[in-house]
């Protein structure tokens, strides 16, 4: 395996949450975020191009809830003991 490969995917920090994950995430390589903040991101992307919610997506969408992240959907969520 050449190094270059090597390097590609290595562990880092989430952008935006912290947790220790792989640099890259389904092809986007660099991008260091987790899988749920990376779905976030997507989800974000989806909403800001007006591509309709499925309801499980609803809500889930950071957007919708007026959120930066998912991971503070669910951090509400067990507060408000859900």
Same mark, same amino acid.
């Given at each position: /395996? &050449?190094?270059?490969? =090597?390097? &590609?995917? @290595?562990? %880092?920090?989430? =952008? #935006? #949450?912290?947790?220790?994950?792989?640099? &890259? @995430? +389904?092809? #986007?390589?660099?991008?260091?975020?987790? =899988? /749920?903040?990376?779905?976030?991101?997507? +989800?974000?992307?989806?909403?800001?191009?007006?591509? *309709?919610?499925? $309801? @499980?997506?609803?809500?889930?969408? *950071?957007?919708?809830?007026? @959120? $930066? #992240?998912?991971? $503070?959907?669910?951090?509400? %969520?067990?507060?408000?003991?859900?």
């Amino acid at each position: /395996m &050449s190094k270059f490969r =090597r390097a &590609s995917n @290595v562990l %880092a920090k989430c =952008r #935006c #949450c912290g947790k220790l994950t792989h640099s &890259s @995430v +389904q092809g #986007c390589h660099g991008i260091e975020l987790c =899988r /749920m903040c990376f779905d976030s991101a997507e +989800q974000w992307n989806a909403h800001s191009d007006g591509i *309709p919610h499925n $309801e @499980v997506d609803k809500e889930t969408c *950071p957007t919708c809830a007026g @959120v $930066e #992240c998912i991971h $503070e959907i669910k951090t509400i %969520a067990k507060a408000e003991g859900e």
